[in-house]
C-alpha cells in the first residue's frame, strides 16, 4: 500500500496532468489477480499505463488523500478495490477534483475509508454524486439505528442511479438504433449475470462488438461493470434478508 499523493507524483508528471482524460486506477493486475497473488508477474510491483490522454494503473493499493486537482481535462475516472476483505480494498480518505470540471464519470468500487471532500459546487454531476454523498453519510451519522441491509440498499440505489444518469447522458449523443443496442447491451448482461449460459454469452459480445462502432472499449465496460456492481449488491441484501429472518 502506498501513500496516493506520492505515488501520483512518481507516476504522472505534473506537466502531463493538463493532457489526460482518462484515469483508471485498479487492485488486480490486468490478469484479474490481486496484489498479493505474487506467482503473477503484474502483481510484483508492476504497473501498466499509457501515455496521456489515458492512463491505466494495474496491482495497486492507495491510502491517504489523492488530489488530482491538476487533471483539468479529466472526464473519466475509475479506482477499483476488488472485494469485502480489508486487504483487497482501496483505503483513500480524501478526493480532491474541485478543478476537474469536466469530469463526467467517476467510479469508486470496494474503498473501505469513507471518502470526504469530494466535489465542489460548479457542476451538475458533481452536485449530484454529492447529494449521493450526503445521503450516506447522514446513514453513517445515525449508525446505531441502521443495519447493514440500509446500507447496502442505500448503495445499490447510487448505483442505479448514476447508471441511469450515465445511460441518459450516452444516449443524447447516440441515434435512435445505437439507443436501442445499447439498452440490448445491459438487458443482455442482466441475462448473463442472472442465468449464465453459453447463448447469452454469445449474444452479448454480438452487441458489443456493435456498439464498439460508436463506443470505446472503455465505455461499454463501464456500463458492463455497473450492471455486475448493482448484480452484487442484490445478491448480498438477498442474502442478508435470508440471515435475518433466520436470526428472528
Given at each position: 500500500m502506498v501513500n496516493a499523493n506520492e505515488w501520483l507524483y512518481e507516476k504522472i508528471p505534473v506537466n502531463q496532468r493538463a493532457q489526460a482524460t482518462n484515469l483508471y486506477i485498479y487492485r488486480q493486475c490486468q490478469s484479474g489477480h490481486t496484489v498479493h497473488q505474487y506467482n503473477c508477474n503484474n502483481c510484483v510491483n508492476k504497473t501498466n499505463c499509457s501515455t496521456a490522454p489515458t492512463f491505466q494503473f494495474y496491482g495497486i493499493l492507495l491510502e491517504g488523500e489523492l488530489?488530482?486537482?491538476?487533471?483539468?481535462?479529466?472526464?473519466q475516472l475509475y479506482i477499483y478495490g476488488t472485494g469485502q476483505n480489508q486487504d483487497q480494498q482501496q483505503k483513500l480518505t480524501s478526493l480532491k477534483i474541485d478543478k476537474c470540471n469536466k469530469l463526467e464519470r467517476i467510479a469508486i468500487n470496494?474503498?473501505?475509508?469513507?471518502i470526504y471532500n469530494l466535489f465542489g459546487e460548479n457542476d451538475s454531476n458533481f452536485n449530484r454524486i454529492k447529494s449521493q454523498v450526503d445521503r450516506l453519510t447522514s446513514i453513517i451519522r445515525n449508525v446505531k439505528g441502521v443495519n447493514l441491509s440500509d446500507l447496502k440498499l442505500a448503495a445499490k440505489k447510487i448505483e442505479e442511479e448514476n447508471l441511469e444518469n450515465q445511460l441518459v447522458n450516452t444516449k443524447n449523443k447516440l441515434n435512435e438504433d445505437n439507443q436501442l443496442w445499447l439498452e440490448l447491451l445491459l438487458e443482455t448482461q442482466q441475462e448473463v449475470l442472472q442465468n449464465d449460459n453459453a447463448f447469452a454469452r454469445k449474444q452479448l459480445e454480438k452487441v458489443k462488438k456493435r456498439l464498439s462502432k460508436v463506443l470505446t472499449a472503455e465505455e461499454i465496460q463501464d456500463f458492463l461493470g455497473k450492471k455486475v456492481e448493482?448484480?452484487?449488491?442484490?445478491?448480498?441484501?438477498?442474502?442478508?434478508?435470508i440471515q435475518e429472518s433466520q436470526n428472528d
Open positions: 488530489d488530482l486537482n491538476d487533471f483539468v481535462n479529466l472526464q470496494y474503498n473501505s475509508t469513507f448493482i448484480n452484487e449488491l442484490e445478491i448480498e441484501l438477498n442474502n442478508l434478508k
